[in-house]
C-alpha cells in the first residue's frame, strides 16, 4: 500500500502525490495523453511542449496502453500518462489499471469534467496517483511539471 505522499500546488487545490516507487525530482520528459476530445486541451498540450517535453496523443485506451507498452519496450517509458476516465475502447480506469500492473509510468493521472471527489476513489483503486478536473489541468500539468524540475 502506497503511504508516502508529496504535496503540489494546483489550480483547484492541494494535490497528494504517492512518492512510493516514483520520483518528482526527476525531470518530466515524456507524456502519453489519452482523450477523446484533443480540441478542449489544445493550450494545455502547446503549454506542455513549449516546456519541451514530448508530448504524444492517442484517442482510446487500448491505443494508450499500446502506446505505453511500446514506450517501456524500447526503452523510453513515459513519466506521466493522463488519462480521461471516459475514454472509448477501454474506460479510463481498465487503463491505468493496465498501466499500472505493467509498469507503464512514473504518474498516472486520470481526469474528468465532474467534480474531483466523484471519480477520485475509483482513480485511486485503479492506480492512478492523482485525479484531477479536466477545466484544471493546465494549471495542475503545469504544476507538476515545476515540481519535477526542482
Same mark, same amino acid.
Given at each position: 500500500m502506497k503511504n508516502d505522499s508529496e504535496q503540489?500546488?494546483?489550480?483547484?487545490?492541494?494535490?497528494? &502525490?504517492?512518492? !512510493?516507487?516514483?520520483?518528482?525530482?526527476?525531470?518530466?520528459?515524456r507524456i502519453l495523453f489519452a482523450t477523446d476530445s484533443f480540441?478542449?486541451?489544445k493550450d494545455c498540450l502547446e503549454l506542455v511542449r513549449s516546456r519541451g517535453i514530448e508530448v504524444r496523443?492517442?484517442?482510446d485506451g487500448?491505443?494508450?496502453v499500446d502506446e505505453a507498452l511500446r514506450g517501456k519496450e524500447s526503452g523510453k517509458p513515459f513519466d506521466v &500518462?493522463?488519462? !480521461?476516465?471516459?475514454?472509448p475502447v477501454l474506460d479510463g480506469f481498465s487503463t491505468a489499471m493496465l498501466l499500472r500492473d505493467n509498469d507503464c509510468a512514473r504518474v498516472i493521472?486520470?481526469?474528468?469534467?465532474?467534480?474531483?471527489?466523484i471519480q477520485e476513489e475509483e482513480s485511486v483503486q485503479a492506480g492512478c496517483d492523482l485525479h484531477w478536473h479536466a477545466e484544471?489541468?493546465?494549471g495542475d500539468l503545469a504544476?507538476? &511539471?515545476?515540481?519535477s524540475a526542482r
Open positions: 503540489i500546488e494546483g489550480e483547484k487545490g492541494v494535490y497528494h &502525490i504517492t512518492t !512510493s516507487g516514483l520520483s518528482l525530482r526527476q525531470p518530466i520528459q480540441s478542449d486541451f496523443q492517442v484517442r487500448r491505443s494508450c &500518462i493522463v488519462v !480521461s476516465v471516459d475514454l493521472i486520470s481526469m474528468d469534467s465532474t467534480e474531483h471527489y484544471s489541468l493546465p504544476s507538476l &511539471i515545476g515540481a
